[in-house]
């Protein structure tokens, strides 16, 4: 089955800089890949995904990445504000051996934004 | 509009208790989904339903039941838990699909769940 592994486990950062959090997936046949974010006793928040037909993908301060031959894809935050603090979340969905698509979640990056 | 609701939000019940937990989406959303998440660990499937058949059970034990009672609802029926079920129940949902396509997987709240 998939396999998805997630750095770094925590991550501060100072107020405007960037933030880089990295995950590796190990099943080939993985077509797509989500990120959430999940702040504390709240429900994940999908807030950006790419598919592996994209090389990367951008929604404001937010920016996705994906190398499929290294199998790795990262999510980038720019200008971080307090607010981007939270939990975040690497995904890939791939096939389970009975042929339904399945959520592979990474171990999950709290990152915390200094003021 | 994107929106799982789950309910109740907080549930506290004995082990010998007999409840449910609700999940409602009314985005024409075919496939819906119970994870389990404990404290500071990433959510983990426990099932799926596709076209209102359960397709996945993760090896679950049978103190949980799952019910997909129209295309829009999901239950999760509780009985006899153990302490260590004790976490955050997530319910979600995301478009038919016919062949492998990566749609969208969206979430709801949550119930918390403390069994005593």
């Known amino acids: 089955g998939e396999n998805v592994e997630q750095h770094p486990s925590t991550l501060s950062v100072q107020e405007g800089d960037s933030a880089v959090i990295k995950c590796t997936y190990s099943d080939s046949a993985s077509n797509y890949f989500p990120w959430y974010k999940q702040e504390l006793g709240k429900g994940p928040q999908l807030i950006i995904d790419i598919r592996s037909n994209v090389g990367e993908k951008k929604d404001q301060r937010i920016a996705v990445t994906l190398n499929k031959t290294a199998k790795h894809f990262s999510l980038h935050i720019t200008e971080t504000q307090p607010e981007d603090s939270a939990v975040y979340f690497c995904a890939a969905k791939s096939l389970s051996n009975f042929g339904n698509e399945k959520l592979t979640f990474g171990t999950g990056t709290r990152l915390t934004i200094i003021p | 509009d994107t929106e799982v609701t789950q309910t109740p939000k907080h549930l506290v019940m004995g082990m010998t208790n007999k409840k449910s937990l609700k999940c409602e989406q009314h985005?024409?959303?075919?496939?819906m989904y119970w994870y389990k998440q404990k404290a500071k660990k990433p959510p983990e499937l426990m099932f799926v339903y596709s076209y209102e058949k359960l397709s996945i059970n993760e090896s679950v034990p049978s103190r949980f039941s799952p019910e997909c009672p129209n295309s829009s609802l999901l239950n999760l029926h509780l009985h006899a838990l153990q302490p260590e079920d004790s976490a955050l129940y997530l319910c979600?949902?995301?478009?038919?699909?016919?062949?492998?396509?990566?749609?969208?997987?969206?979430f709801g709240e949550g119930s918390w769940l403390t069994v005593v």
């Open positions: 979600a949902s995301s478009r038919p699909r016919r062949v492998f396509s990566g749609n969208t997987i969206y």
């Open positions: 985005m024409g959303h075919r496939a």
